[in-house]
């Protein structure tokens, strides 16, 4: 009996799961077992950043180690259709103030086109009875970037 392999997606099917989504996977290295969290996320076309509050497990082992791994899936409900792309490099926090209030602005877009709940805002360090534009003009979170990716698998079933 021979394996099927699921058929790897070319750059551009990636780029487009990318592009689609807005929800992600990170693991970081744990201090016996990797640690995984959802993350929100932007891409601009060549990087993709986070927003990390400003506590919790994942700042501690991101200042431990920056080297992770991102994975962002896509798949219907009963499963007949999945894509996802996995990839490992390091994080990066972003210190330049333009750049990060670009990006702050990014996930407010992202939260204004997408009409997701105000809700989210609690992960992203912020109250949800808060306006989305806090995310912009505050600095409650940290902003990532992952850089330095040297590995990538993104597979498809179609």
Known sequence: ???VKIPRMDKMEYDRLIEEGYICRIAFQGEKYPY???FMYVFD???LYFLSTKYGKKLEYFRKSPYAAVEIEKYTHDLSEYTFVSMQGYLEEVEDSIEKKLIRQEFVNLIRDRHLSTNILAALGHSPQDPPES?????RSLVWKLVGVKDMVALKNL
């Open 135 to 139: 995310i912009a003009t505050e600095d």
């Open 36 to 38: 995984i969290a959802p």
């Open 1 to 3: 009996m021979e394996i």
């Open 45 to 47: 076309g060549r990087f």
